[in-house]
Structures are given as C-alpha cells and as structure tokens.
C-alpha cells in the first residue's frame, strides 16, 4: 500500500491565499482528490481528477499535481473554509485507495 | 436529491458481528459504484472497501481483509458492511460514500451519508 503525508496544521488570515500538499509515490501515476470536513459533519468533495470543482464548491478551490505532490490551493480564504483537509488517491495496487494525514486550516 | 442514511451502529463485544446499511435515494443507485470509510474518534478518514455498481468486482482495505464484507441490494437501494471478529481498531465512525462516476469505479467520493458509530468494547 502507499501513504499520503499531509502538513498537519496551517493558519492564514482571512483573505489571503493557502496551498495544502499532499505527497505520496503514487501521485505519479493517479490524480488525486480532496475533501473538506467541518467538525461533526461529514466530508465534502471539493476538488477531482485534474482540477475538477464539483457543482456548488466555490471558484477560489483549486487542485494541481506535480511528480508526487498534489495540492489544493484556497485562493483568498474565508471564514467558512477553516477545517480539516483530506487528500486521497488510489494506491500502487490501484484497486485500493488511501487518505492523507490530513491538514487543519484555520483562518485567523 | 442524493440522501444516503446509514444504520446498524452500536456498541458490541470484541470478536463480535455487525452488519452496517447504507439507504440510497434520489439516484439510479444500481448505476453506481459505493465505498465504505471509517473515521475513529479524533483521527483522520479510513477507505474501507468499495462495491461496484453491480456488485461483481469488490476490493477491501488491508485492515479488514478477511473481516469486512461489502455487498449491495440494488432492488433495495441499500449497500451493507458485514463486520466480523470486530477489535477495539474497529470503533469508528463509518460512512458510506457514492462513486462519482457511476459505472466506471473512478475512487472521487462525491456524496457521503452522515455516519454510523459504531463502538467495539467489553
């Protein structure tokens, strides 16, 4: 199986612009996605594939992938988007996946 | 709308059985492949095990191979998690969780029902 390593905290003031890494060997071969969790709540889809946003994720949400890193970017972050961030992709087997470490932004 | 409802938590002996359920609606469920993830009490999210929309083709995390079960009723809308020989490693919150793509398992989960706990202590 792979592993994901994920930052595990980063703080921003509200407006400014964060990117989350997410590094794992398998990134080279499978895109990756990402999830938002609010405590209490369940997860929620906002980035796939490439650099897709599923309907209703805002525009300032972003995904890119280099070699073994992907990353979300939160172009002008707002109080709302202050949670947990969780990468995943498949693993090596490509018939499994895995979840990053996860990141807490916070947005002072 | 998409509603996905979990059901079947609870607290259960170590070693013990339980079977979760997934209720989908307000989608063509049997078009769609599902997954299974975990989350323990302040730690961060677990696949679990995902079916294919048509239940042939099923795949399970390490941790639960030979344990974790998962299987569908697409005349029911309902995807289950058979959990056997249950550990304390088990107590977690699990979701179920729909396949974006549909036929084609694609791995992006893009809707999640609110969870079920499910607690394994003596």
């Known amino acids: 199986s792979s592993e994901l390593t994920q930052d595990p905290a980063v703080s921003l003031a509200l407006g400014q612009t964060v990117r989350i890494t997410c590094q794992g060997d398998?990134?080279?071969?499978?895109?990756a996605s990402w999830y938002q969790q609010k405590p209490g709540q369940a997860p929620v889809l906002v980035i796939y594939g490439k650099n897709n946003r599923p309907s209703g994720i805002p525009d300032r949400f972003s995904g890119s992938s280099s070699g073994n890193t992907a990353s979300l970017t939160i172009t002008g972050a707002q109080a709302e988007d202050e949670a947990d961030y969780y990468c995943?992709?498949?693993?090596?087997?490509?018939?499994?996946?895995?979840f990053g470490t996860g990141t807490k932004v916070t947005v002072l | 709308q998409v509603q996905l409802v979990e059901s079947g938590g609870g607290v259960v002996q170590p070693g013990r059985s339980l079977r979760l359920s997934c209720a989908a609606s307000g989608f063509a469920f049997s078009s769609y492949a599902m997954h299974w993830v975990r989350q323990a009490p302040g730690k961060g999210l677990e696949w679990v095990a995902v079916i294919s929309y048509d239940g042939s083709t099923k795949y399970n995390a390490d941790s639960v191979q030979g344990r974790f079960t998962i299987s569908r009723d697409n005349s029911q809308n309902t995807l289950f998690l058979h959990m056997n020989s249950l550990r304390a490693e088990d107590t977690a919150e699990y979701y179920c969780?729909?396949?974006?793509?549909?036929?084609?398992?694609?791995?992006?989960?893009?809707?999640w029902g609110q969870g079920t706990l499910v607690t394994v202590s003596s």
């Open positions: 969780a729909r396949d974006l793509e549909g036929v084609v398992i694609v791995g992006y989960f893009d809707y």
């Open positions: 398998s990134l080279r071969t499978y895109f």
């Open positions: 995943n992709s498949r693993d090596s087997s490509g018939n499994h996946y895995v």
